[in-house]
C-alpha cells in the first residue's frame, strides 16, 4: 500500500502546486489591479449597452444570430482537424465528402452575408 501511495505522490505534488498558482492567479487583479475607474472605463464597450443597467433588460436579436453563426462556423473547424489527420486514410470519398461539407458551409455564408446578418449597422 505504500508503495502505490509513493506513485501517487508526483500527481499529488502536481495538483497542490496547480492550485496555488489557480488561488495566486486569482487574488492578483484584487491586491494589484487599478481601483479608480474613469468615464473611458463607464462607458458602453462594444456591444453598446450601458454597462450598469438593468440585468434583466432585453438584448438585441442581432447578439443571438452573431452567436449562432458563430457556433456553426466553428463546427467546420471542429470537423476540419480530425479530416485532416486522418487525410491519407480516407481516400477520395472522404476528400468529397468534406468539399461538400465546405461547400455546403460556404453557400451558408454567402447567404448570411447577403441577408445582411453580418451586418452591424
Same mark, same amino acid.
Given at each position: 500500500m #505504500?508503495? @502505490? +501511495? =509513493?506513485?501517487? /505522490?508526483?500527481? =499529488? *505534488?502536481?495538483? +497542490? *502546486? +496547480?492550485g496555488v498558482i489557480a488561488l495566486a492567479l486569482m487574488a492578483a487583479p484584487f491586491i494589484l489591479a487599478y481601483k479608480q475607474p474613469d468615464k #473611458? %472605463?463607464?462607458?458602453?464597450? #462594444?456591444?453598446?449597452f450601458e454597462p450598469f443597467d438593468d440585468a434583466r433588460m432585453k438584448f438585441d436579436v442581432r447578439f443571438y444570430l452573431v452567436a449562432m453563426l458563430f457556433i456553426i462556423f466553428?463546427? #467546420? +473547424? @471542429?470537423? /476540419?482537424?480530425? $479530416? =485532416? /489527420?486522418?487525410?491519407n486514410e480516407v481516400g477520395d470519398l472522404g476528400y468529397w465528402a468534406m468539399m461538400i461539407f465546405l461547400a455546403?458551409?460556404?453557400?451558408?455564408? *454567402?447567404?448570411? $452575408? %447577403? %441577408?445582411g446578418a453580418l451586418e452591424w449597422d
Open positions: #505504500e508503495n @502505490v +501511495a =509513493a506513485q501517487y /505522490l508526483p500527481i =499529488a *505534488i502536481f495538483i +497542490a *502546486i +496547480a #473611458e %472605463k463607464l462607458s458602453p464597450y #462594444e456591444c453598446g466553428d463546427l #467546420e +473547424a @471542429v470537423f /476540419l482537424f480530425p $479530416w =485532416a /489527420l486522418t487525410f455546403e458551409l460556404t453557400i451558408g455564408l *454567402i447567404y448570411a $452575408w %447577403k %441577408k
